[in-house]
């Protein structure tokens, strides 16, 4: 990476570079970074976010007290670090001047574009009802999703389905939360989910043994609402 990059040179990213550099930057850097940053590479940083992670951003802008020029430089400074690091690890190649990012799409096949279809299609499902298969190749299908056309066009992919622990951890990801804090999330749910299966079981069970003992049906009512 030339040493002579400035931040207003990040507009020169494709958005799936954009969004792989978001992963990597505190949000607190990036509300600095953009207080001093102009409106073109602002636009490009903010279009490259879900609108839930937009908004949070562009609120903190607005509310953030004035910072001295150093402060800000000294925040830029260190996302073009990360960007170096980034174009090391070949998550981000820096195209020439003279070559617009958006003009360097990546050209989507057949194959991809139905992947992408028959994933809405089963991403439409509740959990417990897809195979072992269909979530194994959901998957799959994410994350080639995410390394051609960025973590964000996840999102698109399932936005309207009814399967809030899916769509919840995807979007979870998709903001940049941190690792720690998804795992947490997600298995706190997990268990408050298993929780609730395991009881509704345990009820089709006491009922079969009160149905085989003959029971009353008020006895019946009465010793199922204990497992409420």
């Known amino acids: 990476m030339p040493d002579t990059l400035s931040f207003e040179d990040l507009t020169r990213l494709t958005d799936r570079e954009t969004q792989a ?19 073109k590479i602002t636009a490009k940083f903010l279009s490259n976010m879900s609108e839930r992670v937009r908004t949070f951003i562009e609120e903190e802008i607005a509310a953030s007290s004035p910072l001295s020029k150093d402060k800000i430089e000294e925040t830029q400074q260190r996302m073009l670090q990360q960007v170096a690091q980034l174009v090391e690890q070949k998550q981000i190649t820096l195209p020439s001047a003279k070559k617009e990012a958006s003009k360097h799409k990546p050209k989507l096949s057949k194959r991809y574009l139905d992947m992408k279809r028959n994933l809405k299609k089963t991403t439409q499902s509740a959990l417990l009802q897809l195979s072992y298969q269909e979530i194994d190749q959901a998957f799959v299908g994410l994350a080639e999703i995410a390394r ?41 749910w997990m268990e408050s989910l298993l929780h609730e299966h395991k009881r509704k079981y345990q009820k089709v069970i006491e009922g079969i043994m009160a149905i085989q003992s003959g029971d009353n049906p008020r006895i019946v009512e009465s010793k199922l609402k204990r497992l409420y």
Do not use: S
């Not at 992919?157 to 997600?186: C, K, S």
């Open 21 to 39: 550099l978001l992963r990597e930057v505190d949000q607190k850097d990036l509300v600095t970074a953009l207080i001093g940053a102009n409106k």
């Open 148 to 188: 051609k056309e960025g973590i964000l066009a996840q999102d698109q992919v399932i936005q309207g389905t009814d399967e809030d622990f899916l769509n919840y951890g995807v979007r979870l990801a998709v903001d940049g939360t941190e690792p720690d804090l998804i795992m947490d999330i997600l298995e706190t």
